[in-house]
């Protein structure tokens, strides 16, 4: 099985959830995978040592965090020449309507576009509202968001939209493609 790095970006820590599922699951599979937050100074120290990487962010307004833009374009020459995977997490994903769907593809093209990545698979997958981590003005905003969208509003607790199952396949449609099982690194 080859070495994966799976490096992400959070703002409220939904993807460090979805990032740690990913990296659990390949592990079932018996990689060996480095979980990276691409805000900290160990994704400043990652050295091109990978068979394969998945790369996961998150929207806000739009746009990936920007330490993980950052990261993508640093190493983009040797992460172009591996199997990669992007995750790309929002509210949009996980509406059913196309125009959501449609804003969902967008942003993540916008991020291909931005970083000059080319990934073998890519996916918008449905994000989380974690009210009880926002703060007065974020919770406010996101009540009246999640009215509009038809989401959940009520701020007691968190509401995930993530359908693991569908994450879960498409880690699996990953291993196969880059054909991780084969080889050492
Ligand atoms: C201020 C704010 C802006 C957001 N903007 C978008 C957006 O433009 N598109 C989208 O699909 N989701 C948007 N979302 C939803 C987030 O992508 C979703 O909550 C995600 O789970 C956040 O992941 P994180 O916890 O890893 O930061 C926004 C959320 C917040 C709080």
Redesign the pocket.
Known sequence: MKKVLVVYG???????KVATFVAEHLRAQGAVVDLVDSATPAAAAVQPTYGAAVIAG?????LHQRTLVHFVKENIAWLNALPTAVVS?????AMPDAESQAQ?RN?LEYFLNETGLKPTLAKSVG????YTK?DWF?RTM?RMIARQMGKDVDDTRDHEYTDWDELRRFVDDFVRQARLSDGQQ
Request: neutral net charge; without cysteine; charged residues 15%.
């Open positions: 959070t703002t409220e820590g939904h993807t460090r998150s929207l806000h307004e739009h997490v929002g509210l949009s994903a969902a942003n994000g989380a509202l974690l926002y974020k996101m």
